[in-house]
């Protein structure tokens, strides 16, 4: 008990870096997304039919109108695109992983990891989410860019902020799903909680439809809540809806949900492992 | 014929015994059952609400108003809600299942046709508040469009609930008769069926010439609720075919129905379990 833990060594007896474990943690995250070619070659196909039917259904509201609420026929085509895009990298349509490792008691073993069990589960879904982006979400962009066009970011700004928003849209997505899979420490059955979720997720980050389209008062509802911050946000920056100063306003959105959602998680996750230990794990 | 309707409602009688049980197994978590109700509900009426919440932005869709849609819309949605519940044992994930851990192997042991333990092996209970949702939306619809109702247009809606139960039910017996072949990825078949019905939620005329014709005279899909609607909205139909074509719902849905349990009886043949 006294004895301050040793040091990770690697082969060589170099001292790690406190980064390298969540590294490898995450470049195995990554590689394991590459297992099953086939189901991912299925899952791209489905997408793309259900981003067909979605471009029809857009463009057919959008008729003959230029710009509709900051958006160009054009643009709502990327936004489908990079909705369909995005489904798996930023696992929009529900995640349960964690609520099985807990269900099944596995979380107990992960309590061991030298490693703390949220940092670990983030650098896992990170290395998840870069997999699935790259095996589903380049693949689907590609299509959607040959097939119809896509609008790009615009300049190296653009590219900047599009990067930077992705990436708060992938934390505050990350720690929304892992607050929704803590509820497994409270109920036997958390699944139906996470439909819950997973449903309110769909229509809050603007996955059904861009929130720019939705009535006034729902779209000032809504920014009361973390879930534009999860895509919204991604596809406003990427095409040009917010730009320059108030894109970076965006982001200091994203990046303030990104810290309170921090907070509450690791708050909900502290909780439930003591719930965890009470009832014997 | 007298032994016949017995062993007909014997079967009936068993059926309803396979779905008590779940129904029991499934009420026991009552807080459970009750949230998870309500996330697949929550499912299909954020879907149609982000619809509904933009069309005011922009008048219509393709010509057609929010009450006409609703017609399509609740039309494909309860008949695909019900038709999962009736069908859902044959979806593809679930019997997959059953034949990769070799339940279905006991399935054919047991002195009940397979067909009425395939019918009854996955009722889900939670789908049931799916049904509320889709016939108020279709309510909606009827309520909302400059027609005038009369009885042969109920009959005719109720035909393309029979057929649309029978064309979708037809998709999930194919899927689950795939996983004969190839326990994995049989995910193609989602395309036709979840893909299938939100394609047959929208007026077809937004869609490309090859993607409507695909899915018209190759899939016949469109006869089952689009060519009704358009009928009964005073519409001409596509490619000049007749009004007939309208009325052609409750012959084509159990059509489909008829061949996709005669690939299900081929796939029977071809099925020696997984050795499990």
């Not at chain 1, 670990?120 to 095996?135: C, E, H, M, P, T």
């Not at chain 1, 990427?238 to 990104?258: F, H, S, T």
């Not at chain 2, 009827?142 to 039910?169: K, P, R, S």
């Not at chain 2, 719902?249 to 020696?272: C, E, I, K, N, T």
Request: with cysteine.
């Amino acid at each position: 008990m006294t004895n301050a833990p040793a040091p990770a060594r690697v082969r060589g007896g170099a001292l790690l870096s406190p980064l390298a474990l969540p590294w490898a943690v995450a470049r195995l995250g990554f590689r394991r997304q590459f297992a099953y070619p086939q189901a991912a070659l299925w899952g791209l196909i489905t997408n793309t039919f259900f981003g067909v039917l979605r471009v029809a259904v857009l463009l057919a509201l959008f008729g003959t109108r230029p710009q509709v609420a900051g958006y160009t026929a054009q643009d709502a085509i990327t936004y489908t695109g990079l909705t369909q895009a995005f489904i798996m990298a930023l696992s929009l349509f529900g995640w349960t992983d964690f609520m099985r490792t807990v269900h099944r008691g596995e979380v107990a073993a992960d309590l061991l990891r030298p490693l703390n069990l949220l940092g670990f589960w983030a650098a896992q879904d990170a290395g998840r989410a870069a997999g699935q982006f790259v095996l589903r979400g380049l693949p689907m962009l590609l299509l959607f860019e040959v097939l119809w066009g896509l609008v790009w970011p615009a300049g190296a700004l653009g590219w900047l902020q599009t990067t930077l928003s992705v990436l708060l849209a992938w934390a505050c997505g990350f720690l929304f799903r892992f607050l929704v899979n803590c509820a497994a420490f409270w109920s036997p059955d958390a699944a139906g909680f996470g439909r819950f979720g997973w449903a309110v997720l769909g229509l809050g980050c603007g996955f059904l439809m861009p929130l720019a389209f939705f009535p006034d008062g729902v779209q000032a509802w809504l920014s009361w809540t973390p879930f534009p911050a999860m895509l919204n946000t991604v596809v406003e920056v990427w095409v040009g809806v917010q730009r320059g100063a108030a894109a970076w306003a965006a982001l200091g959105v994203q990046a303030a949900w990104a810290l309170g959602l921090l907070a509450v998680t690791a708050l909900t996750l502290h909780r439930g492992l003591r719930r965890l230990e009470v009832a014997g794990g | 014929m007298a032994s016949a309707l017995r062993s007909a409602a014997h079967y009936l009688q068993l059926y309803g015994r396979l779905l008590g049980a779940q129904v029991r197994s499934q009420a026991t978590y009552r807080g459970a059952l009750v949230l998870d109700a309500l996330g697949t509900l929550l499912i299909t009426a954020a879907e149609f609400g982000a619809l509904a919440l933009v069309l005011p932005r922009f008048g219509g869709l393709g010509g057609w108003t929010l009450g006409e849609i609703c017609l399509l819309y609740g039309l494909a949605e309860l008949s695909f809600v019900l038709m999962d519940l009736l069908f859902g044992g044959f979806d593809a994930p679930n019997l997959s299942a059953h034949v990769r851990v070799g339940s279905f192997s006991t399935f054919l042991l047991r002195p009940v046709p397979l067909v009425v333990q395939v019918f009854g092996s996955d009722f889900a209970l939670r789908r049931v508040a799916r049904i509320g949702l889709a016939a108020a939306i279709f309510a909606y619809g009827v309520t909302h469009t400059a027609h005038a109702w009369t009885l042969g247009d109920a009959a005719l809606l109720a035909g393309c609930v029979l057929g649309l139960i029978c064309f979708f039910g037809g998709l999930f017996v194919v899927g689950g008769t795939l996983t004969f072949w190839t326990v994995d990825s049989v995910e193609a078949m989602n395309v036709l069926t979840y893909g299938g019905r939100t394609l047959i939620s929208y007026p077809m005329g937004i869609y490309g010439e090859w993607l409507r014709k695909t899915f018209t005279y190759l899939i016949p899909a469109a006869f089952l609720s689009y060519f009704p609607v358009l009928h009964l909205l005073g519409r001409p139909l596509p490619d000049g075919l007749p009004p007939a074509a309208a009325f052609l719902s409750p012959l084509v849905g159990p059509a489909v129905l008829a061949l996709a349990f005669a690939f299900w009886r081929v796939g029977l043949r071809r099925y020696q379990g997984t050795g499990t």
